[in-house]
């Protein structure tokens, strides 16, 4: 036999429901507020759009063998966290050909743009470079380019005019004689240059990188409230080894990911069966 004293009247299980849902809205609704955004580069050497940029001396898209070669890179903002993972053998190997470059071959900064304009109409832009194409507005200055177990990175604004004002080239990395002793894509920006330079800015912003050998290096950083990085609906980037050997370049338009909109159409639709149940309890 039931209690009479323990069952709960129509009203207060109505309220106790809707606060339930409502808590469930407020949860639902938090997260398809934390907007979750992608997209892609492809790199691939088949790829008939893939970037090489100028400078390869006829070897085409990668000089000085598979080692070098970056798949491609995927850019992903979640909320105010920004990461990008590049997919590449060169994962693992900084260092290596210390006759070539003091230290060695190293790690690109990364670079960063809303637009992509590369110089040249043809699918691989195999004329362009710094100096005539995309102007970088950010860069990711590496603490430590010659780690194979990733460290941080400054984020810097590049205020420069021109990205000669506000970077530094390959060949200021390689000591080998272009042409004679060696090859690599010289005149690609390869990394920020931070030394008594008033074109670049530290934005107060870090993040960290790491290494898996052989596969990818990833980027993540944790973007103030006020960064234009969080407002750009696109993003270009641009990334290199210290010897630019291989580069990609390309913009992806940050959509958002799978799952973003249900859950805005899930709190909607359980908003609806709320004012369903008040429908019925004042009938």
């Not at 580069?247 to 338009?253: F, H, L, P, R, T």
């Amino acid at each position: 036999m039931l209690d009479k004293n323990k069952i709960i009247p129509l009203g207060a299980s109505l309220n106790i429901l809707r606060k339930f849902i409502f808590g469930a809205v407020t949860l639902f609704g938090t997260m398809s507020a934390i907007s979750a955004h992608a997209g892609g580069i492809s790199d691939v050497s088949v790829d008939p759009k893939s970037y090489w940029g100028s400078d390869s001396h006829g070897y085409g898209d990668v000089i000085g063998g598979s080692t070098y070669d970056i798949q491609g890179a995927t850019i992903t903002r979640v909320g105010n966290v920004l990461t990008i993972a590049i997919a590449t053998n060169f994962a693992g190997h900084a260092g290596i050909e210390p006759a070539q470059a003091a230290g060695g071959i190293g790690y690109g900064d990364l670079f960063l743009a809303q637009t992509w304009n590369p110089f040249g109409t043809d699918a691989h832009h195999v004329n362009d470079n710094d100096n005539n194409g995309t102007l970088w507005s950010y860069g990711f200055a590496l603490d430590n380019r010659y780690s194979n177990t990733g460290g941080s990175f400054k984020l810097y604004q590049l205020n420069g005019k021109t990205n000669d004002a506000n970077v530094l080239d390959s060949e200021k990395f390689m000591s080998c004689a272009l042409g004679s002793a060696c090859y690599y894509r010289n005149g690609q920006a390869t990394a920020v240059n931070t030394k008594n330079n008033p074109n670049v800015a530290y934005t107060g912003m870090t993040g960290s990188w790491s290494v898996v050998a052989n596969k990818e290096i990833k980027f993540t950083l944790t973007l103030a409230s006020s960064s234009d990085l969080l407002k750009y609906s696109s993003l270009a980037m641009h990334w290199g080894e210290t010897c630019q050997n291989d580069v990609i370049e390309g913009q992806v338009s940050l959509v958002p990911l799978p799952g973003a909109l249900p859950l805005t159409g899930l709190g909607l639709a359980m908003l609806g069966l709320v004012r369903r149940r008040r429908a019925r309890a004042a009938a």
